[in-house]
């Protein structure tokens, strides 16, 4: 931040502030690709990174992972959100 004194008044130009959400990416269907660490940041992306129960990486709608009536398995999708290439079991439930 700059600080000036004209004419015996103090004015300033702030610095610019930055968004603390970061920018996620966006598959070929629209939708935003993230991971926990965005939503703790404040990013909530439509597809949310996670691991299939067989170990492969791959994505879950935030929506269905999120929701408190989430069933206990919902499937995991490749990048295009379309896909499903495994199932993640909540070991929770």
């Known amino acids: 931040m700059q600080i000036k004194n004209v004419q015996g008044q103090l004015s300033c130009n702030p610095i610019r502030t930055r968004s603390l959400a970061p920018e996620l990416s966006v598959n070929e269907h629209g939708q935003t690709l993230g991971t926990y660490e965005d939503v703790e940041r404040g990013a909530i992306p439509d597809l949310v990174g996670i691991v299939a ?10 929506e269905q992972f999120d929701a408190e009536d989430a ?4 499937p995991v999708y490749a990048e295009d959100g379309t896909t499903q290439i495994g199932i993640f079991t909540f070991g929770d439930k």
């Open 53 to 62: 129960d067989s170990g492969i990486d791959g994505y879950a709608y935030w």
């Open 71 to 74: 069933p206990d398995a919902i």
